[in-house]
């Protein structure tokens, strides 16, 4: 009985064992196919993302991102220029010059006529036609001579400028060749901070290089680099010779051209780079291709950011806009009334977010175009209608100083402007204000002011002569910020001086 009972107990624990083993193989195929995930030593599969979470599966890059840069790198090249320098003139003693002297010692000392040298640049560019229209940085080749291009297959040309851009450094080439290789365009406006992207280039000359990055931030500007500041900032490393080299998307689309880092002296890659935009990129293009040079909109006002306590002085209680600090006469903008003070808040209904946000729109405008802007006066929104022109190409005293002695500005010295005085310091003729001789670097004012500035008006009453400046200091309190309009070498601008 017993005996039995054993085998009873071993009939049941094999049948057990056999369902555990047969319900775990379920189990696991249940698992392998589960969210399209590979477990348990299942074959690779793709993984399936939802389409508003990445722009691109994933899946296809099991073994790293060479399915979107391949493609690519033929499409870029390397670029060396040489232009020919003129020597300084002899810095040595004119004895070595001295005839009597070369007819015994020739020209070994120095002597003689120098002779020009020839200085080399390298940089890379990126190919968008197929046959052979190249996109660069203007650094890469202002003021060469020569122009020679590399593609990845090793084989070189001669190239011929087409047109360039100084204002956004970008530069146009062509080679006489067919059937290359291209790099789509993107657009760049979709690009978003975190975004991967890849840069391509020849640093240092060593050749053809490709890095990885994230778009750390877009719409970068005043940051002094180009007239024209847009820039995508990027972590991909950027070093000296990426210059002109291209910027691209996941999906292998150019969306940016490599243009410049922050380097901090070093001259190499700190993590902080950045490629001009192809949203700024293309309208410079398609003017040099159709006309050889660009021609930009232009509105003749000078406008600055808004800083919380330039705003507060304004009371304007919105968010962006842009300060009109001075308005050229006879220009699109005086012509249709825009004065000194005015906040311009819309572009054809579109919300200005800041100075650099309209200058670039502005530019990227053709010359007549009519545009209307909103502009904040007086406490409320008006709209003045421009037609815009064509920007231009580029365009001791004797009195007692008046010393400061109270409030924000405090250790500033001033004195009345005289002709003579303007005609040094580069202001207008007629020009009425206050000029700067000297500022106290403890002074609240010493970051907002400096020697030659003109003060022209204070907390918005205008200032002609010494005795305007200390009667308008006279009733401000020490405490009292200070609201200035500051003319610098014939542009004005407003200023906010804090008391200390």
């Not at 940089?123 to 590399?150: F, M, R, W």
């Not at 970008?170 to 991967?196: C, E, F």
């Not at 005609?423 to 002011?449: C, F, K, M, W, Y």
């Amino acid at each position: 009985m017993e005996s039995s009972s054993i085998k009873i107990r071993r009939w049941i624990a094999t049948v057990v064992v056999l369902a555990a083993f047969a319900g775990g193989a379920l189990l696991s195929q249940g698992f392998r196919n589960w969210a399209d995930h590979t477990v348990f030593g299942s074959p690779r599969e793709p993984i399936a993302i939802a389409q508003n979470a990445l722009p691109v599966s994933l899946g296809n890059f099991a073994n790293g991102f060479s399915a979107v840069i391949k493609p690519a790198l033929p499409a870029v090249v390397n670029i060396r220029t040489s232009k020919l320098v003129k020597p300084q003139a002899n810095q040595m003693s004119p004895f070595f010059n001295d005839p009597f002297f070369r007819q015994f010692f020739g020209n070994q000392f120095g002597g003689g006529t120098p002779h020009a040298e020839r200085e080399q640049a390298l940089g890379s560019g990126v190919i968008i036609t197929q046959d052979g229209t190249i996109l660069t940085n203007n650094h890469v080749i202002d003021g060469a001579t020569d122009i020679k291009v590399q593609l990845s297959d090793k084989r070189e040309f001669q190239a011929k400028l087409v047109g360039a851009d100084p204002k956004s450094d970008i530069a146009v080439l062509k080679i006489q060749a067919k059937d290359l290789p291209t790099l789509p365009l993107g657009d760049s406006k979709q690009l978003q901070v975190g975004d991967l992207i890849f840069a391509i280039g020849d640093p240092f000359g060593i050749g053809e290089t490709a890095t990885m990055g994230i778009v750390s931030a877009t719409g970068r500007g005043q940051l002094g680099i180009e007239d024209y500041e847009n820039f995508i900032q990027t972590d991909a490393a950027i070093n000296p010779g990426n210059s002109g080299g291209a910027m691209i998307d996941i999906h292998g689309n150019l969306v940016g051209i490599n243009t410049a880092i922050l380097s901090h002296g070093s001259g190499g890659n700190e993590g902080v780079g950045f490629a001009i935009p192809m949203s700024m990129v293309k309208p410079v293009m398609d003017q040099i291709l159709e006309h050889g040079k660009v021609v930009r909109g232009y509105l003749g006002v000078y406008i600055q950011d808004l800083t919380p306590e330039i705003a507060k002085a304004f009371n304007f209680t919105q968010s962006g806009g842009a300060l009109v600090g001075d308005v050229s006469s006879g220009t699109p903008g005086a012509r249709a009334g825009l004065k000194k003070g005015d906040v311009i808040i819309k572009l054809d209904g579109q919300p200005v977010n800041s100075a650099n946000d309209l200058r670039l729109n502005i530019s990227q405008m053709a010359p007549g175009t009519n545009v209307k802007l909103g502009v904040w006066r007086d406490g409320r929104a008006q709209d003045f209608n421009v037609t815009l022109g064509e920007l231009p190409e580029k365009t001791t005293a004797e009195n007692t100083s008046e010393q400061s002695e109270g409030g924000g500005l405090q250790g500033v010295e001033v004195q009345d402007l005289t002709p003579d005085i303007a005609q040094q310091i580069n202001v207008p003729e007629g020009t009425r204000g206050v000029v700067v001789t000297s500022v106290d670097s403890s002074s609240p004012a010493a970051s907002s002011l400096t020697n030659g500035d003109v003060i022209q008006e204070i907390n918005h009453k205008p200032i002609s002569n010494v005795n305007d400046y200390r009667q308008v200091m006279a009733s401000i309190g020490k405490q009292q910020s200070v609201l200035l309009l500051v003319n610098h070498g014939g542009v004005t601008r407003y200023s906010v001086v804090e008391p200390q």
